[in-house]
């Protein structure tokens, strides 16, 4: 496969040329191969599309109120990851904040699954009916509540179900 590494080894020589194009092409880091976090266990190939194809359609706010806004038109794009191959209405935000850290950085971008069901113990991108956003770890649903956690400050948040428009699989990310 032309364009496929596993986990931080280039498959080939041609392969390293393309990426080090891309990167130079994209001023994307280096560093983003071994800090992709969207796949888990070492030997998984990892592959993404040869163009900028994806769209980032917001900023999504690592804080309680959150501020994002899921935009019609994309404010920038960005390569598609495998897990989002074949996915028309997957996108990409900018995450914003530091409520999030260790995991999600201001600045990093998150790969947003739309239609993939959230899993307990997963990240999310949870859009509430004011337009608010925020990326949060997906505790589950009690009752009437949407429950989530972060990690600054560490602390469990509860949502009406009701304020809630979205609730969408984070499958992955990018470091800034």
Not at 42 to 68: M, W
Not at 104 to 124: C, F, L, M, Q, T
């Amino acid at each position: 496969m032309p364009n496929t590494l596993t986990r931080g080894t280039l498959a080939t020589t041609k392969t390293r040329r393309k990426l080090h194009d891309a990167m130079e092409t994209t001023k994307i880091s280096g560093q983003f191969i071994s800090n992709f976090s969207g796949f888990e266990g070492h030997r998984k190939i990892i592959g993404f599309s040869r163009n900028r194809n994806l769209p980032v359609r917001g900023r999504a706010q690592g804080g309680g109120d959150g501020n994002l806004v899921i935009e019609e038109d994309p404010i920038d794009w960005t390569f598609r990851p495998a897990d989002l191959q074949g996915v028309h209405n997957a996108f990409a935000v900018f995450v914003t904040g530091d409520s999030m850290v260790p995991k999600y950085k201001n600045r990093d971008i998150a790969y947003i699954h739309p239609s993939e069901k959230p899993r307990r113990g997963r990240y999310v991108l949870v859009e509430t009916k004011s337009r608010g956003g925020f990326i949060k770890l997906f505790e589950g649903w009690e009752n009437d509540f949407l429950i989530l956690s972060q990690h600054n400050p560490t602390e469990k948040l509860r949502f009406m179900r009701s304020d809630i428009m979205n609730v969408m699989l984070v499958i992955g990310s990018l470091d800034a």
